[in-house]
């Protein structure tokens, strides 16, 4: 089972999965319980109320189950709605406006069958473990090999959260709104929701923001979309794209991109840490993570259909940014179907912005141990959230800079997404089929076999990209 | 309270939880916050290694890669930098075509 490495000095601990009886009976329980923190005391009550609940589930099914379901979604939904971001819903806007409806349908919703795939293994490893997928990595890795996988984090999640301060500035510049009033807005947002102090509160917070993600939807039926047309897509993944082949290439890794990042291991399984977790909750965690992919596609596919009149009408959509295309589609859309378009791609970034800057805060207080819970005070854990603050005042500062090629970054940031995702799923792949790590939650013959198409399948399609993009500079 | 909670938690796995028989009264659902100010109230909730003070004091062991699992690293990493590389020119010369 689950091996621990202990400092000499520390009395000894208890098995792999202990029973809550253990911990209280344990020899250490007098030590640990002068030694409880804020963070703990803040998970137990959060735990508390998920015991409660399965009580309830005992005696009414639907209710009590709807109960402990609402109390354990969260991660899940927040991850894949996370990802839902400025530049993946571009990336999906610019699919829709330059090859209609037809093969990329299909194609969001198997991208969004792989990110499932990969989320999932990342739920039982915070449940299982209850240490954030940096911390493990180094752990079990060693420095040289963690240094790499957060380097890879680091870079990624800055470039994403600077396309997030894009989408944000350009959802409120369909508006009228001057760049640094909107970015200032989006900051204060991103330090209002951190403010509380709490993980549940934060949580519940960013998952009302992250519903109005549904705001693609409203605009996709104002595009009026044939139906029809949408549901022969989905069975026969025609018609297929024709075009430049490079430009049809950098469209697929960037809508893979849009959906499977390593930003979400890393967020996924430190908020499944953060949020108190344990074993028993795996299912519900599933649960919410198939429900996040769900919505996620259905809004995906929502800003495809919204754009989709733009490749009707012949409208080149190359080199749009988020407010041309809110103004482009207005025509067809009406006014409020574009300040719908508009408002929705301002949502994706604030969302976006709080949980990648939030990956890179835990990722960070993993690694060099100093707390890391949005369940402590401002105050106590002052380098955590100097990290997430930090970050994202420094990308919505780079996004001031004028005269940058804004649509073309929105783009190769999920490409690079692409290409950094297979190290990220080794290292993710090695620890969920670790047993001394993982014990019976150990991944299974078909986990493995999904997980690994998904690597091949990555690596394939940036592979693919490399070589067209040589023959193209050639 | 502390009864009933423990009762509950006898076993964190899925397929064996033990109830108390106070969990199947009327109104078990309802009962009011516990004292989390008792230590050990905190603990019963918490699985032993979800304690902070116990997650600083032990630490996953490195494990020992294996011939395979280094080349299948050192791989990804070659791949990763050979195609940030590309990218890299690719968006330079998108930037700043060269005439």
Redesign the interface.
């Known amino acids: 089972m689950k091996r621990l490495k202990q400092d000499a000095s520390e009395p000894s601990f208890g098995p792999a999965h202990p029973t809550t009886d253990v911990a209280a009976a344990s020899p250490i329980a007098r030590d640990l319980a002068g030694l409880l923190t804020h963070e703990d005391v803040d998970r137990a009550r959060d735990r508390w109320r998920v015991s409660r609940a399965r009580w309830a589930e005992r005696r009414s099914k639907t209710l009590g189950r709807l109960s402990v379901l609402w109390l354990l979604v969260g991660p899940g939904v927040l991850v894949f709605l996370g990802e839902n971001d400025a530049p993946s819903m571009l990336s999906y806007s610019a699919t829709g406006a330059r090859f209609g409806i037809g093969f990329f349908i299909p194609f969001i919703v198997l991208t969004f069958a792989m990110g499932l795939v990969v989320q999932e293994m990342t739920v039982r490893l915070g449940a299982v473990t209850h240490r954030g997928h940096a911390e493990l990595i180094f752990d079990r890795f060693g420095r040289f090999w963690g240094f790499f996988a957060m380097g890879d984090l680091m870079l990624g999640n800055f470039l994403t959260l600077v396309t997030e301060f894009i989408g944000i500035r350009a959802g409120l510049g369909f508006f009228g709104i001057r760049p640094a009033i909107a970015v200032g807005a989006g900051l204060a947002v991103v330090f209002a929701v951190i403010t509380t102090g709490r993980y549940w509160t934060w949580e519940r917070i960013t998952m009302g923001l992250a519903i109005f993600n549904a705001l693609f939807v409203p605009a996709a039926i104002l595009a009026h979309p044939n139906w029809t047309a949408v549901g022969h897509s989905l069975v026969t993944w025609s018609p297929l794209p024709h075009g430049n082949p490079f430009d049809i290439l950098l469209l697929i890794l960037a809508d893979i991109g849009a959906t499977v990042t390593p930003w979400m291991i890393f967020f996924q399984q430190s908020a499944v840490v953060d949020k108190g977790m344990q074993p028993r909750d795996i299912s519900a965690g599933r649960f919410d993570t198939t429900l996040g992919a769900l919505l996620a596609a259905a809004f995906g596919i929502a800003a495809l259909l919204a754009t989709a009149p733009l490749f009707h009408h012949g409208i080149d959509a190359s080199q749009f940014e988020a407010a041309q295309f809110a103004e482009a589609l207005e025509p067809w859309i009406g006014h409020i179907g574009a300040a719908l378009f508009a408002l929705g791609i301002f949502e994706a970034g604030i969302v976006a912005a709080i949980a990648i800057a939030t990956s890179s805060a835990y990722a960070f207080g993993e690694v060099v141990h100093t707390g890391h819970s949005l369940n402590r005070p401002l105050r106590e854990a002052w380098p955590f959230y100097s990290i997430l603050l930090g970050s994202a005042c420094a990308a919505a500062a780079l996004v001031l800079i004028p005269h940058a090629p804004l649509e073309f970054i929105v783009l190769i940031v999920n490409v690079i997404a692409v290409l950094a995702m297979p190290p990220a799923l080794a290292f993710l792949l090695l620890l969920v089929n670790d047993r001394e790590v993982m014990g019976e939650y150990v991944n299974g013959f078909w986990e493995n076999a999904a997980a690994i198409a998904v690597t091949v399948v990555l690596i394939c399609a940036g592979l693919g990209f490399g070589i067209a993009t040589v023959i193209h500079m050639g | 309270m502390r009864q009933e ?2 009762g ?7 397929a064996e ?1 033990k ?1 108390s028989a106070e ?2 009264e ?1 109104g ?2 309802k ?1 009011a ?2 004292d ?1 100010k008792d ?25 020992n ?1 294996s011939v395979g ?1 280094r080349v ?2 050192w791989g ?2 070659i ?2 930098v ?3 590389v ?2 890299l ?3 330079i ?3 700043h075509p060269v005439p």
Request: net charge positive.
């Open positions: 909670l423990n509950e938690h006898v076993k964190s796995s899925d939880i109830v969990a199947f009327p078990a659902d009962v916050a516990p989390l230590p050990s109230l905190v603990l019963s909730l918490l699985e032993a290694d979800q304690v902070v003070a116990a997650k600083q004091r032990t630490h996953f062991g490195r494990r890669l699992a299948l690293l990804l990493r791949y990763v050979a195609m940030l590309i990218v020119i690719s968006a010369r998108a930037i």
